[in-house]
């Protein structure tokens, strides 16, 4: 992908389609870069790309799909992360194709999904995306959900990125700014940005600040996925830049709050 900052700074979730199915080359092109995707916690995730029409696929939050993408993970620690890094990949693919998409956790016929992709017992089907043309105007559905969720606001720098300890704001060094803009405009479940850093030593800890009723059994935490894709933003971003980060899962005992959960580091 070229121009990854623009990529993500220019991302929006579509829901609004143009009803046309994805080229020929498009389609191919997506199919084969989704085979290449690797995560750092090394957990494959099975891509699967669903024909709407022919598997009876919908969502009442979507107009005009065609086409569908979701991923089958084996149930263990670090999969819901490794899911949100991994799709999130493909996601900006597309966007840099042109082709929209937008994130679907629970708007949808579950089962009718897990059964298309065929879902066996230990393995979970996190999350399901649209790929298609956007619509040259947003539907007034798309548009009210859009305002409802305040889907362009962000947290400021402060809230999110400290120093040290937590909830000290950090002043980034120039290389690593961009990183952790990224981070900031990652899309989130209901927009609830529940990553956070700190900064010590050299390292980039990851936590998830939890909000309830986002961890489910049959679907995983939500949340984690949401961290995997701000993950993947920032470690894309580095590499961007000539950098080789290295992702670990040594929690480094920084004293956080009750409601907060360590994730990942990264130096």
């Not at 089962?111 to 007034?140: D, I, Q």
């Not at 889907?151 to 120093?163: C, E, G, I, Q, V």
């Amino acid at each position: 992908m070229n121009d990854l900052l623009e990529i993500i700074k220019g991302r929006k979730s579509v829901r609004t389609f143009d009803g046309n199915p994805l080229s020929d080359e498009h389609r191919k092109l997506l199919e084969e870069y989704a085979k290449g995707i690797t995560n750092p916690f090394d957990i494959p995730v099975e891509f699967v790309f669903l024909d709407a029409k022919e598997h009876g696929l919908s969502s009442p939050v979507l107009s005009g799909e065609t086409l569908y993408v979701t991923g089958k993970v084996e149930k263990k620690p670090y999969a819901d992360v490794a899911f949100g890094f991994s799709l999130e990949k493909l996601v900006l693919y597309a966007w840099s194709l042109g082709i929209g998409t937008v994130w679907i956790g629970g708007t949808m016929k579950r089962e009718v999904f897990e059964k298309a992709v065929g879902l066996k017992a230990g393995e979970r089907m996190p999350c399901v995306s649209p790929l298609g043309y956007p619509a040259e105007k947003r539907s007034v559905r798309e548009a009210m959900m859009r305002r409802g969720v305040g889907a362009d606001n962000r947290f400021s720098p402060d809230k999110l990125f400290f120093k040290e300890r937590w909830g000290s704001p950090l002043i980034p060094a120039e290389d690593v700014a961009d990183a952790l803009e990224m981070v900031r405009l990652a899309p989130s479940a209901v927009n609830k940005q529940p990553w956070r850093i700190i900064y010590k030593d050299g390292v980039y800890h990851f936590y998830e600040k939890k909000d309830r009723g986002y961890e489910s059994d049959s679907v995983g935490d939500m949340q984690k996925i949401d961290i995997g894709i701000a993950l993947c933003h920032f470690v894309m971003t580095l590499e961007e830049k000539g950098r080789q980060p290295k992702v670990s899962i040594s929690d480094p005992g920084i004293e956080i709050p009750g409601d907060a959960e360590y994730i990942a580091s990264v130096s």
